[in-house]
Antibody, heavy 121, light 107 residues
Framework: QVQLQESGPGLVKPSQTLSLTCTVS??????????WTWIRQLPGKGLEWIGY???????YYNPSLKSRITMSLDTSKNQFSLRLNSVTAADTAVYYC?????????????WGQGTLVTVSS | DIQMAQSPSSLSASAGDRVTITCRAS??????LNWYQQKPGKAPKLLIY???SLQSGVPSRFSGSGSGTDFTLTISGLQLEDFATYFC?????????FGQGTKLDIK
């Protein structure tokens, strides 16, 4: 059974960098055709797809956030990470990591429990 | 971006009812439409992918249909555990956009 778990600071100051890591268990992130994905949910609102990284290291980011995002893989630790620069209060959200099943389906079959990140001084 | 309009935004029903939630895409997405269920404080759970394929472990009272721009999620014979928020999501082309959600509560 695949499990994902987000970790990182729950509080980030405005203009600083939000950094989160997702640890995957029950399967190797370097195997298969999966896209390792970040999604966020703004308070009381809907879901926003942030982007994904593939096991080759290729990535695709939401154009609305692209200038501020970096995603990376650490296959030795079976982890993938998100960095979001120059954060503002508008980036306060629950951040989820998820597995995109791939094969062109674009559906998210496994999710982490989510981690709340608050941007505040 | 392909936008998704979901309706209604909220819905009240009783256990045993049959309910339908709709999702409309701003352009043709074929059958690249997925449905999720989310309960408070929890991550979304994949229910249906590519319009009508039931994710493993999801009860058969959930069904999906549609193609092109118009899609529906139907729950036949509501159970108490089905009261939650439902989201559609297009997977035709990134950025993958979710609908705004339908909150289903008990009448």
């Amino acid at each position: 059974q695949v499990q994902l778990q987000e970790s990182g600071p729950g509080l980030v100051k405005p203009s600083q960098t939000l950094s989160l890591t997702c640890t995957v268990s029950g399967g190797s992130i370097s195997r298969g055709a999966f896209y390792w994905t970040w999604i966020r949910q703004l308070p009381g609102k809907g879901l926003e797809w942030i982007g994904y990284i593939y096991n080759s290291g290729n990535s695709y980011y939401n154009p609305s956030l692209k200038s501020r995002i970096t995603m990376s893989l650490d296959t030795s630790k079976n982890q993938f990470s998100l960095r979001l620069n120059s954060v503002t209060a508008a980036d306060t959200a629950v951040y989820y990591c998820a597995r995109d099943y791939g094969s062109g389906l674009g559906s998210f079959d496994y999710w982490g429990q989510g981690t709340l990140v608050t941007v505040s001084s | 971006d392909i936008q998704m309009a979901q309706s209604p935004s909220s819905l009240s029903a009783s256990a045993g009812d049959r309910v339908t939630i709709t999702c409309r895409a701003s352009q043709n997405i074929g059958t690249f439409l997925n449905w999720y269920q989310q309960k408070p404080g929890k991550a979304p759970k994949l229910l249906i992918y590519t319009t009508s394929s039931l994710q493993s472990g999801v009860p058969s009272r959930f069904s999906g249909s549609g193609s092109g721009t118009d899609f529906t999620l139907t729950i036949s014979g509501l159970q108490l555990e089905d009261f939650a928020t439902y989201f559609c999501q297009q997977s035709y082309r990134p950025p993958y956009i979710f609908g705004q959600g339908t909150k289903l509560d008990i009448k």
